[in-house]
């Protein structure tokens, strides 16, 4: 237990010094374990989201304090395998994020991530988005759920890649697929590709 305690505090130590502007630096003094624990976790699995720190420390903490946002933790022996994060602010139900250890990819907890957070949204339809890249990851989760692919956008985190809306997500709507089946990822992508140009 001890080098585990050891390990998440010099885990910490190094997402603090990753941080370079003062405002996340005072932010990081004043976050709580488990929202420290959640932004490591966060950081190390999020190479098509730039500056997700930011997102994490300006929104979705000030989110969690005020009842805004939902962190759902999943924990195995070895600590954090899997995260999800909600917003319902009273105007927008959203899937904010979900994240699992690749080395527990294939064991169902992102299909338990999706239903914790859909169960405190209390909606079976939020909003979300996802990279382009990322979705042959989450397409039997996301036609399990019936989610319905609603629009998409180009260059909105990555430049170069598509980021695809789900469930009314506000993007290029006239891009969404005719079925609206996650199955047909493939050709909707191409599609958003051709059109983008």
Same mark, same amino acid.
């Given at each position: 237990?001890?080098?585990?305690?050891?390990?998440?505090?010099?885990?910490? =130590?190094? =997402?603090?010094?990753?941080?370079?502007?003062?405002? %996340?630096?005072?932010?990081?003094?004043?976050?709580?374990?488990?929202?420290?624990?959640?932004?490591?976790?966060? /950081?190390?699995?999020? $190479? %098509? *989201?730039p500056n997700?720190?930011?997102? *994490?420390?300006?929104?979705?903490?000030?989110?969690?304090? $005020?009842? =805004?946002?939902?962190?759902?933790?999943?924990?195995?022996?070895? &600590?954090?395998?899997? /995260?999800?994060?909600?917003?319902? %602010?009273?105007?927008?139900?959203?899937?904010?994020?979900?994240?699992?250890?690749?080395?527990?990819?294939?064991? &169902? +907890? &992102? +299909?338990?991530?999706?239903?914790?957070?859909?169960?405190?949204?209390?909606? $079976?339809?939020?909003?979300? =988005?996802?990279?382009?890249?990322?979705?042959p990851a989450?397409?039997?989760?996301? %036609?399990?759920?019936?989610?319905?692919?609603?629009?998409?956008?180009?260059?909105?985190?990555?430049?170069?890649?598509?980021?695809? &809306? *789900?469930?009314?997500?506000?993007?290029?709507?006239?891009?969404?697929?005719?079925?609206?089946?996650?199955?047909? *990822?493939?050709?909707?992508?191409?599609?958003?590709?051709?059109?983008?140009?």
């Amino acid at each position: 237990m001890e080098n585990r305690e050891q390990l998440q505090a010099a885990e910490h =130590t190094a =997402t603090f010094e990753r941080l370079s502007l003062p405002s %996340d630096a005072e932010m990081l003094r004043v976050l709580h374990n488990n929202e420290l624990e959640a932004l490591h976790f966060v /950081l190390g699995l999020s $190479d %098509d *989201y730039p500056n997700i720190q930011n997102w *994490y420390l300006q929104k979705v903490v000030p989110g969690l304090r $005020d009842g =805004t946002r939902f962190l759902l933790p999943i924990y195995r022996d070895e &600590g954090l395998v899997g /995260l999800g994060i909600a917003k319902n %602010d009273g105007f927008e139900r959203k899937i904010c994020t979900v994240r699992v250890s690749p080395r527990h990819f294939g064991r &169902g +907890l &992102g +299909l338990r991530v999706f239903d914790g957070l859909l169960k405190w949204l209390d909606d $079976d339809q939020p909003t979300l =988005t996802i990279s382009a890249n990322k979705l042959p990851a989450f397409e039997r989760i996301f %036609d399990w759920y019936r989610f319905k692919i609603t629009g998409t956008e180009r260059d909105v985190y990555v430049p170069g890649r598509a980021e695809l &809306g *789900y469930n009314g997500a506000i993007l290029q709507p006239n891009l969404a697929s005719e079925s609206n089946s996650s199955t047909d *990822y493939k050709n909707f992508v191409i599609a958003a590709e051709k059109s983008f140009g």
